[in-house]
């Protein structure tokens, strides 16, 4: 039986992770929990996504010198100025 693209994808992104360890302050990782259980996922996937987020961010706003602006209901539209230097 052949296996699934999007299972084959699933076990080489697996077989591409490493394990590490980190400490991080108390309250960011209330932060990380608090997101994985309103989203129903594990502290460890909810991590991962918040560090692609921020890899994108990072390459494709920072990097090439462009802007990010956010526009929350109610309120006028924000420039958000990340560093250079992340």
């Known amino acids: 039986m052949a296996t699934a693209p999007a299972a084959q994808s699933v076990a080489v ?39 692609v987020v921020q890899r994108y961010l990072l390459q494709e706003v920072v990097d090439q010198k462009g802007e990010l602006l956010a526009k929350l209901p109610g309120r006028d539209v924000r420039q958000i100025v990340l560093p250079q230097a992340l």
Not at 28 to 50: I, M, N, P, Y
Request: hydrophobic share 40%; aromatic share 6%.
């Open 13 to 51: 992104e697996r077989a591409a992770t490493s394990k590490v360890t980190v400490n991080l302050p108390a309250e960011l990782v209330e932060f990380v929990k608090e997101r994985a259980d309103g989203r129903g996922v594990s502290f460890t996937q909810e991590l991962r996504d918040l560090l």
